[in-house]
Protein backbone atom coordinates (compact mmCIF):
# COMPACT_ATOMS: atom_id res chain seq x y z
CA UNK A 1 0.00 0.00 0.00
CA UNK A 2 1.57 3.54 -1.25
CA UNK A 3 1.73 6.22 1.52
CA UNK A 4 0.31 9.51 1.24
CA UNK A 5 1.89 13.13 2.73
CA UNK A 6 -0.76 14.64 4.59
CA UNK A 7 -3.13 17.05 2.61
CA UNK A 8 -3.19 19.06 5.02
CA UNK A 9 0.88 19.58 5.08
CA UNK A 10 0.57 20.49 1.62
CA UNK A 11 -1.33 23.33 1.77
CA UNK A 12 0.33 24.65 4.94
CA UNK A 13 3.30 24.86 3.16
CA UNK A 14 2.18 26.88 0.25
CA UNK A 15 0.17 29.14 2.08
CA UNK A 16 3.42 30.05 3.79
CA UNK A 17 5.41 30.02 0.69
CA UNK A 18 3.13 32.83 -0.89
CA UNK A 19 3.33 35.75 1.38
CA UNK A 20 6.80 36.07 0.76
CA UNK A 21 6.70 36.23 -2.77
CA UNK A 22 4.06 38.99 -2.24
CA UNK A 23 6.68 40.67 -0.50
CA UNK A 24 9.28 40.82 -3.30
CA UNK A 25 6.92 41.82 -5.39
CA UNK A 26 6.30 44.82 -3.57
CA UNK A 27 9.68 45.63 -2.51
CA UNK A 28 10.86 45.32 -6.07
CA UNK A 29 7.79 48.12 -7.35
CA UNK A 30 8.67 50.53 -5.07
CA UNK A 31 12.27 50.65 -5.62
CA UNK A 32 12.70 54.31 -7.68
CA UNK A 33 13.53 54.27 -11.05
CA UNK A 34 17.20 55.90 -12.36
CA UNK A 35 16.76 60.11 -12.13
CA UNK A 36 17.44 61.58 -15.76
CA UNK A 37 19.26 64.30 -15.37
CA UNK A 38 17.68 68.12 -15.77
CA UNK A 39 18.12 69.72 -19.39
CA UNK A 40 17.38 73.38 -20.38
CA UNK A 41 16.55 75.06 -23.13
CA UNK A 42 17.78 78.22 -25.52
CA UNK A 43 16.79 80.32 -28.10
CA UNK A 44 17.81 83.84 -29.51
CA UNK A 45 18.56 85.91 -32.76
CA UNK A 46 21.33 86.85 -35.07
CA UNK A 47 21.77 89.95 -36.67
CA UNK A 48 24.56 91.36 -38.80
CA UNK A 49 26.02 94.66 -37.42
CA UNK A 50 23.84 96.54 -39.87
CA UNK A 51 20.65 95.10 -38.32
CA UNK A 52 20.00 92.27 -41.16
CA UNK A 53 19.19 89.00 -39.95
CA UNK A 54 21.70 86.04 -40.52
CA UNK A 55 19.13 83.56 -41.97
CA UNK A 56 21.96 81.25 -42.65
CA UNK A 57 25.20 79.47 -40.16
CA UNK A 58 24.86 77.89 -37.14
CA UNK A 59 25.23 78.75 -33.57
CA UNK A 60 27.18 76.01 -31.08
CA UNK A 61 27.55 76.47 -27.58
CA UNK A 62 31.26 75.46 -25.98
CA UNK A 63 30.56 74.55 -22.23
CA UNK A 64 33.07 76.42 -19.73
CA UNK A 65 34.42 78.87 -22.93
CA UNK A 66 36.64 78.08 -25.76
CA UNK A 67 40.36 76.82 -24.63
CA UNK A 68 41.72 75.70 -28.29
CA UNK A 69 40.46 77.09 -32.04
CA UNK A 70 40.17 73.44 -32.55
CA UNK A 71 38.02 72.66 -29.90
CA UNK A 72 34.63 70.50 -30.50
CA UNK A 73 31.36 72.27 -29.65
CA UNK A 74 28.81 70.72 -27.01
CA UNK A 75 25.55 71.96 -29.37
CA UNK A 76 25.60 73.40 -32.43
CA UNK A 77 21.78 74.63 -33.80
CA UNK A 78 21.09 75.80 -37.28
CA UNK A 79 19.96 79.08 -38.31
CA UNK A 80 16.18 79.85 -39.82
CA UNK A 81 15.12 81.91 -42.55
CA UNK A 82 14.61 84.90 -39.92
CA UNK A 83 17.43 84.65 -38.26
CA UNK A 84 16.54 82.63 -35.24
CA UNK A 85 17.64 79.43 -33.30
CA UNK A 86 16.94 77.51 -30.90
CA UNK A 87 17.77 73.84 -29.04
CA UNK A 88 16.64 71.42 -26.16
CA UNK A 89 17.97 69.01 -23.98
CA UNK A 90 21.02 71.02 -22.75
CA UNK A 91 23.01 69.94 -19.51
CA UNK A 92 22.63 73.53 -17.11
CA UNK A 93 26.05 75.14 -16.89
CA UNK A 94 27.53 78.29 -17.95
CA UNK A 95 28.66 78.01 -22.09
CA UNK A 96 30.24 80.66 -25.07
CA UNK A 97 28.37 81.17 -27.72
CA UNK A 98 29.79 81.19 -31.35
CA UNK A 99 28.11 81.83 -34.46
CA UNK A 100 29.83 80.53 -37.71
CA UNK A 101 28.87 81.48 -41.53
CA UNK A 102 28.74 79.02 -43.48
CA UNK A 103 31.96 79.49 -44.98
CA UNK A 104 33.25 80.33 -41.69
CA UNK A 105 36.57 77.81 -41.14
CA UNK A 106 36.09 75.86 -38.14
CA UNK A 107 39.22 77.26 -36.15
CA UNK A 108 37.64 81.01 -36.37
CA UNK A 109 34.30 82.93 -35.56
CA UNK A 110 32.20 85.50 -36.59
CA UNK A 111 31.13 86.07 -33.31
CA UNK A 112 31.13 85.18 -29.55
CA UNK A 113 29.29 85.89 -26.21
CA UNK A 114 30.64 84.89 -23.09
CA UNK A 115 28.55 83.69 -19.97
CA UNK A 116 25.56 82.38 -21.26
CA UNK A 117 24.08 80.45 -18.83
CA UNK A 118 21.76 77.46 -19.24
CA UNK A 119 19.46 76.60 -16.05
CA UNK A 120 17.70 73.46 -15.69
CA UNK A 121 13.94 73.88 -16.88
CA UNK A 122 14.63 77.02 -18.08
CA UNK A 123 14.04 78.47 -21.41
CA UNK A 124 17.37 80.74 -21.92
CA UNK A 125 16.80 83.89 -24.19
CA UNK A 126 20.79 84.78 -25.84
CA UNK A 127 20.94 87.00 -28.94
CA UNK A 128 24.17 87.95 -30.83
CA UNK A 129 23.30 91.22 -32.07
CA UNK A 130 26.24 92.21 -33.83
CA UNK A 131 25.21 95.81 -33.80
CA UNK A 132 26.60 96.52 -30.45
CA UNK A 133 29.16 98.74 -29.14
CA UNK A 134 31.84 95.61 -28.33
CA UNK A 135 31.84 94.24 -31.40
CA UNK A 136 31.45 96.97 -33.72
CA UNK A 137 34.45 98.84 -31.64
CA UNK A 138 36.60 95.99 -33.12
CA UNK A 139 35.75 97.26 -36.55
CA UNK A 140 38.21 99.41 -38.32
CA UNK A 141 37.02 102.69 -39.48
CA UNK A 142 36.38 101.70 -43.05
CA UNK A 143 33.82 98.41 -41.71
CA UNK A 144 32.17 101.10 -39.40
CA UNK A 145 32.04 103.65 -42.59
CA UNK A 146 30.43 100.63 -44.89
CA UNK A 147 28.14 99.44 -42.35
CA UNK A 148 26.68 103.05 -41.78
CA UNK A 149 26.28 103.27 -45.75
CA UNK A 150 24.19 99.60 -45.46
CA UNK A 151 21.69 100.98 -42.52
CA UNK A 152 20.86 104.21 -44.64
CA UNK A 153 20.13 102.27 -47.89
CA UNK A 154 18.34 99.38 -45.82
CA UNK A 155 16.27 102.15 -44.18
CA UNK A 156 15.38 103.98 -47.44
CA UNK A 157 14.61 100.33 -48.62
CA UNK A 158 12.46 99.88 -45.63
CA UNK A 159 10.90 103.53 -46.27
CA UNK A 160 10.13 102.50 -49.93
CA UNK A 161 8.63 99.20 -49.28
CA UNK A 162 6.26 100.98 -46.65
CA UNK A 163 4.96 102.90 -49.60
CA UNK A 164 4.80 100.42 -51.79
CA UNK A 165 2.75 98.41 -49.73
CA UNK A 166 0.28 101.21 -49.25
CA UNK A 167 0.12 102.31 -52.95
CA UNK A 168 -0.96 98.62 -53.44
CA UNK A 169 -3.63 98.81 -50.79
CA UNK A 170 -5.13 102.59 -53.11
CA UNK A 171 -4.65 100.91 -56.27
CA UNK A 172 -6.76 97.69 -55.11
CA UNK A 173 -9.49 99.99 -53.47
CA UNK A 174 -9.46 102.43 -56.32
CA UNK A 175 -10.05 99.19 -58.77
CA UNK A 176 -12.98 98.12 -56.02
CA UNK A 177 -14.34 101.89 -56.52
CA UNK A 178 -14.29 101.89 -60.18
CA UNK A 179 -15.70 98.35 -60.88
CA UNK A 180 -18.91 100.12 -59.00
CA UNK A 181 -18.84 103.14 -60.91
CA UNK A 182 -17.35 105.26 -58.12
CA UNK A 183 -15.26 107.06 -60.49
CA UNK A 184 -14.88 109.92 -58.23
CA UNK A 185 -13.68 108.44 -55.52
CA UNK A 186 -10.88 106.60 -57.21
CA UNK A 187 -9.61 109.35 -59.35
CA UNK A 188 -9.22 110.98 -55.85
CA UNK A 189 -7.54 108.06 -54.61
CA UNK A 190 -5.00 108.06 -57.49
CA UNK A 191 -4.49 112.02 -57.87
CA UNK A 192 -3.04 112.22 -53.88
CA UNK A 193 -1.20 109.14 -55.00
CA UNK A 194 0.29 110.33 -58.20
CA UNK A 195 1.62 113.49 -56.16
CA UNK A 196 3.57 111.05 -53.72
CA UNK A 197 4.95 109.26 -56.35
CA UNK A 198 4.44 110.85 -59.75
CA UNK A 199 6.97 108.47 -61.49
CA UNK A 200 4.81 105.31 -60.88
CA UNK A 201 3.28 104.91 -64.44
CA UNK A 202 0.56 101.67 -62.97
CA UNK A 203 -0.87 105.19 -60.82
CA UNK A 204 -1.49 106.89 -63.93
CA UNK A 205 -2.88 104.32 -65.90
CA UNK A 206 -5.94 103.88 -62.74
CA UNK A 207 -5.85 107.43 -62.41
CA UNK A 208 -6.66 107.71 -66.37
CA UNK A 209 -9.22 105.11 -66.48
CA UNK A 210 -11.17 106.58 -63.63
CA UNK A 211 -11.31 110.41 -65.57
CA UNK A 212 -12.11 108.22 -68.26
CA UNK A 213 -15.37 106.57 -66.23
CA UNK A 214 -16.24 110.47 -64.95
CA UNK A 215 -16.24 111.74 -68.87
CA UNK A 216 -13.04 114.05 -67.93
CA UNK A 217 -11.64 113.12 -71.46
CA UNK A 218 -8.57 115.55 -71.76
CA UNK A 219 -7.72 114.82 -68.06
CA UNK A 220 -7.95 111.08 -68.90
CA UNK A 221 -6.13 111.59 -72.20
CA UNK A 222 -2.85 113.02 -70.42
CA UNK A 223 -3.06 110.67 -67.23
CA UNK A 224 -2.83 107.67 -69.67
CA UNK A 225 -0.20 109.63 -72.26
CA UNK A 226 1.63 109.98 -68.95
CA UNK A 227 1.45 106.33 -68.00
CA UNK A 228 2.62 105.09 -71.65
CA UNK A 229 5.64 107.61 -71.52
CA UNK A 230 7.16 106.47 -68.04
CA UNK A 231 6.61 102.69 -68.80
CA UNK A 232 8.28 103.24 -72.22
CA UNK A 233 11.22 105.04 -70.33
CA UNK A 234 11.37 102.28 -67.98
CA UNK A 235 14.37 99.82 -68.79
CA UNK A 236 11.81 97.15 -69.01
CA UNK A 237 8.63 97.79 -70.00
CA UNK A 238 5.19 95.77 -68.87
CA UNK A 239 3.41 95.22 -71.82
CA UNK A 240 0.19 94.44 -70.21
CA UNK A 241 0.55 98.25 -68.47
CA UNK A 242 1.38 99.74 -72.10
CA UNK A 243 -1.58 97.38 -73.14
CA UNK A 244 -3.91 98.79 -70.59
CA UNK A 245 -2.99 101.87 -71.18
CA UNK A 246 -3.35 102.19 -74.66
CA UNK A 247 -6.69 100.41 -75.00
CA UNK A 248 -8.04 103.25 -71.84
CA UNK A 249 -6.48 105.79 -74.61
CA UNK A 250 -8.00 104.63 -77.67
CA UNK A 251 -11.51 104.71 -76.03
CA UNK A 252 -10.90 108.26 -74.28
CA UNK A 253 -10.09 109.47 -78.30
CA UNK A 254 -13.14 107.76 -79.15
CA UNK A 255 -15.26 109.20 -77.10
CA UNK A 256 -13.44 113.00 -77.47
CA UNK A 257 -13.90 112.07 -81.38
CA UNK A 258 -10.46 111.57 -82.09
CA UNK A 259 -10.79 108.88 -84.15
CA UNK A 260 -7.59 108.96 -86.08
CA UNK A 261 -5.58 108.77 -82.65
CA UNK A 262 -7.87 106.31 -81.60
CA UNK A 263 -6.92 103.96 -83.97
CA UNK A 264 -3.52 104.93 -83.09
CA UNK A 265 -3.52 103.98 -79.50
CA UNK A 266 -5.66 100.63 -80.18
CA UNK A 267 -2.76 99.38 -82.67
CA UNK A 268 0.25 100.72 -79.98
CA UNK A 269 -1.68 98.39 -77.68
CA UNK A 270 -2.44 95.61 -79.54
CA UNK A 271 1.62 95.76 -80.72
CA UNK A 272 2.63 96.11 -77.51
CA UNK A 273 0.65 93.27 -75.65
CA UNK A 274 0.09 91.08 -78.26
CA UNK A 275 -1.61 88.34 -76.41
CA UNK A 276 -4.45 91.19 -75.54
CA UNK A 277 -4.76 92.16 -79.71
CA UNK A 278 -8.58 90.54 -79.94
CA UNK A 279 -10.07 92.22 -76.76
CA UNK A 280 -7.86 95.92 -78.08
CA UNK A 281 -9.26 95.21 -81.11
CA UNK A 282 -12.95 94.27 -80.17
CA UNK A 283 -12.84 97.50 -77.63
CA UNK A 284 -12.02 99.42 -80.58
CA UNK A 285 -14.88 97.88 -82.54
CA UNK A 286 -17.36 98.35 -79.99
CA UNK A 287 -16.26 102.07 -79.49
CA UNK A 288 -16.55 102.76 -83.35
CA UNK A 289 -19.64 101.15 -83.43
CA UNK A 290 -21.27 103.53 -80.49
CA UNK A 291 -19.75 106.29 -82.37
CA UNK A 292 -21.55 105.41 -85.68
CA UNK A 293 -18.38 105.84 -87.22
CA UNK A 294 -19.19 102.46 -90.09
CA UNK A 295 -15.45 102.22 -91.91
CA UNK A 296 -13.50 102.33 -88.76
CA UNK A 297 -15.52 99.54 -86.75
CA UNK A 298 -15.05 97.00 -89.67
CA UNK A 299 -11.94 98.39 -90.15
CA UNK A 300 -11.75 97.09 -85.93
CA UNK A 301 -13.74 93.88 -86.46
CA UNK A 302 -11.47 92.72 -89.47
CA UNK A 303 -8.27 93.28 -87.24
CA UNK A 304 -9.76 91.96 -84.06
CA UNK A 305 -11.27 88.79 -86.31
CA UNK A 306 -7.44 88.28 -87.73
CA UNK A 307 -5.96 88.39 -84.17
CA UNK A 308 -8.41 85.88 -83.21
CA UNK A 309 -11.15 84.31 -85.41
CA UNK A 310 -12.68 81.92 -82.70
CA UNK A 311 -14.49 84.98 -81.12
CA UNK A 312 -18.14 85.68 -82.03
CA UNK A 313 -18.37 89.68 -81.72
CA UNK A 314 -16.63 90.80 -84.16
CA UNK A 315 -18.43 89.45 -86.38
CA UNK A 316 -21.58 90.52 -85.53
CA UNK A 317 -20.18 94.33 -85.39
CA UNK A 318 -18.58 93.87 -88.61
CA UNK A 319 -22.13 92.23 -90.09
CA UNK A 320 -24.00 95.46 -87.90
CA UNK A 321 -21.93 98.30 -89.60
CA UNK A 322 -22.25 96.66 -93.33
CA UNK A 323 -26.12 96.67 -93.15
CA UNK A 324 -25.82 100.55 -93.07
CA UNK A 325 -24.33 100.60 -96.42
CA UNK A 326 -27.24 98.17 -98.03
CA UNK A 327 -28.81 98.97 -100.84
CA UNK A 328 -32.77 98.57 -102.36
CA UNK A 329 -32.52 96.41 -105.75
CA UNK A 330 -34.75 98.91 -108.12
CA UNK A 331 -36.59 95.97 -109.95
CA UNK A 332 -36.96 93.07 -107.02
CA UNK A 333 -37.13 95.66 -104.39
CA UNK A 334 -34.84 93.24 -102.01
CA UNK A 335 -32.18 94.83 -99.99
CA UNK A 336 -28.61 93.90 -101.52
CA UNK A 337 -26.05 93.96 -98.49
CA UNK A 338 -22.73 94.79 -99.09
CA UNK A 339 -20.08 92.05 -99.39
CA UNK A 340 -19.10 90.17 -96.07
CA UNK A 341 -22.28 91.30 -94.25
CA UNK A 342 -24.19 88.21 -95.05
CA UNK A 343 -21.10 86.30 -93.99
CA UNK A 344 -20.53 88.12 -90.99
CA UNK A 345 -23.78 87.61 -89.58
CA UNK A 346 -23.71 83.99 -90.64
CA UNK A 347 -20.46 83.53 -88.75
CA UNK A 348 -21.79 85.13 -85.69
CA UNK A 349 -24.49 82.46 -85.70
CA UNK A 350 -22.80 79.92 -86.11
CA UNK A 351 -20.07 81.23 -83.42
CA UNK A 352 -22.69 81.87 -81.21
CA UNK A 353 -26.14 80.53 -82.08
CA UNK A 354 -27.36 81.21 -78.72
CA UNK A 355 -25.89 84.51 -78.62
CA UNK A 356 -26.86 87.66 -77.25
CA UNK A 357 -27.35 89.31 -80.96
CA UNK A 358 -28.13 85.94 -82.57
CA UNK A 359 -32.40 87.31 -82.89
CA UNK A 360 -30.45 90.02 -84.42
CA UNK A 361 -28.16 88.40 -86.71
CA UNK A 362 -31.22 86.18 -87.72
CA UNK A 363 -33.72 88.67 -88.23
CA UNK A 364 -31.25 90.78 -90.64
CA UNK A 365 -30.34 87.70 -92.59
CA UNK A 366 -34.01 86.99 -93.14
CA UNK A 367 -34.56 90.40 -94.14
CA UNK A 368 -31.83 89.64 -97.06
CA UNK A 369 -34.00 86.38 -97.94
CA UNK A 370 -30.95 84.50 -96.36
CA UNK A 371 -33.04 82.82 -94.14
CA UNK A 372 -31.54 79.83 -91.74
CA UNK A 373 -34.41 77.63 -92.97
CA UNK A 374 -32.95 77.71 -96.76
CA UNK A 375 -29.38 78.98 -96.50
CA UNK A 376 -27.89 78.87 -93.22
CA UNK A 377 -26.90 75.45 -91.02
CA UNK A 378 -25.24 75.47 -87.72
CA UNK A 379 -22.22 74.13 -87.34
CA UNK A 380 -22.72 70.31 -85.68
CA UNK A 381 -21.60 69.49 -82.30
CA UNK A 382 -18.78 67.46 -82.62
Not at 74 to 86: A, I, L
Not at 299 to 318: E, M, N, Q, V
Request: with cysteine; hydrophobic share 35%.
Amino acid sequence: MTARLPQRGMNMQRTKLWPRLALAFLIAATLPLAAQAPTGKIHGHVNDPSGAPMTTGTVSLYQGGMTSPDQQPKYTFNMDQNGDFKGDNIVPGTYTLVYRKPDTPKTQVVDQIDDVKIASGADTLANDDMSRAEYMNKLTPEQRKAIEEIKAKNASVMKENAQIKNLNADLAKARADRNSKDYADAAAIMQKDVAAKPDEPLLWVELGQAQLGMKQLSDAEESLKKCIDLEQASKKPSPDVMGAAGNALGEAYADDGKYPESQAAYDAAAKANPPGAPMYYTNEAIVMDRANQIDATVAAADKAIAADPTKPLPYYLKGKALINKATIDPKTQKIIAPEGCAEAYKKYLELAPNGPFAPDAKSVLAELSETQATNYKASKKK
